[in-house]
């Protein structure tokens, strides 16, 4: 598998972890836009800090071989 592949799947893996670990939120909690775009926002955060955390792993990666 190519590195693109790798990273593609890496991404892709680090993602849906991202989505599993938020909590189930019921209609009645997210009825106003304020809470949802918090929401949001925690989750864009996490992901981009998994990310950035994936892409230092995968450069020393790189470095060893």
Do not use: C, G, Y
């Amino acid at each position: 598998m190519s590195a693109q592949k790798l990273l593609f799947i890496a991404l892709l893996f680090v993602m849906m972890a991202a989505a599993w670990s938020l909590p189930s939120q019921s209609p009645n909690v997210t009825n106003t836009s304020s809470e949802r775009r918090r929401l949001i926002k925690d989750f864009v955060a996490k992901v981009h800090e998994l990310i950035s955390i994936l892409m230092k792993q995968l450069q020393q990666l790189a470095v060893t071989k």
